[in-house]
């Protein structure tokens, strides 16, 4: 990513509407199943600044995380995130079987992870039978923008992709959905207005401060969360998707 969308990144997660919908949907995938007050061994695989590992996965276990960037890792620090360390999501420097949980959120489709199927064998081979992948990516590349440019998008994903995807590296697919439905089409009619009124460029949707509509959107985004724990949504910006290693 750019360096300056890590500094933004660190600067909003705490309090972006986006971050905190998705925070509570990844939180209701997780309560659905572990039972409040266990605690797992989790992997935060691409962890960025530190805000999932602070706002959402510290409440379900001992938490480390990895990044490739030294910035993301200054980020983690000054959150007093300590249990982090340099190592890109296809050679993660740990043992077989160590982990309960593998996170990964918004991180497979980055340029700097050449090989997304080498990544999700890895975080199999790192997880405990009966581990669990919790996966977040963004969808549709024909969704792309000027916010991929920002994070250095190497592609944006179909949902039958993904589902191959965790087939093929082993995993039992419980849970694949699309999120951030509501709001497809003002952020679909943002994206494709960039590409007919802007001259192409890069410019990160963080820089937009949606004032005093941030806890609109939030609350919008966090309502998803029981119909993608149920059946699922049918199409929205980002894919989410557990899968089970047996
Ligand atoms: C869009 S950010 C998401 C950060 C965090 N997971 C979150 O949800 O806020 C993507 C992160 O993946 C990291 N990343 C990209 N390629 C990676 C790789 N090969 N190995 C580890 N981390 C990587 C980037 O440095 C960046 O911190």
């Known amino acids: 990513m750019d ?8 600067q909003v997660e705490d309090r972006h ?3 905190r919908g998705m925070d509570a949907i990844m939180r209701t995938l997780l309560n659905q199943r572990y039972a409040s007050g266990t605690r797992l061994n989790i992997l935060d695989a691409g962890c ?3 805000g999932g590992i602070s706002n959402l996965l510290v409440d379900y276990g001992s938490v480390t995380g990895v990044d490739i960037e030294p910035i993301a890792l200054a980020y983690c620090r000054k959150r007093s995130l300590s249990q982090v360390a340099r190592a890109s999501v296809i050679r993660l420097p740990f043992a077989n079987a160590q982990f309960d949980i593998v996170a990964s959120f918004d991180v497979l489709y980055e340029r700097a992870v050449p090989d997304d199927l080498s990544a999700l064998c890895e975080f199999m081979r790192v997880l405990a039978p009966g581990g669990r992948l919790f996966l977040r990516l963004p969808a549709y590349d024909w969704l792309r923008g000027q916010h991929d440019r920002t994070t250095h998008a190497r592609k944006r994903y179909a949902r039958k992709e993904v589902k191959r995807l965790l087939t093929q590296s082993g995993f039992i697919v419980e849970r694949l959905s699309f999120a951030n439905m509501f709001l497809f089409p003002i952020a679909a009619l943002k994206r494709l207005s960039e590409r007919l009124f802007l001259a192409p460029g890069a410019r990160s949707d963080l820089e937009f401060n949606a004032g005093p509509l941030n806890g609109i959107l939030r609350t919008v985004l966090t309502s998803e969360a029981p119909f993608i724990a149920g059946a699922g949504l049918p199409f929205g ?3 989410v998707a557990v899968g089970r290693k047996i």
């Open 237 to 239: 910006l980002s894919i």
């Open 17 to 19: 509407w986006w971050y």
């Open 3 to 10: 360096p300056r969308e890590y500094e933004l990144m660190f």
């Open 48 to 50: 960025g600044s530190g």
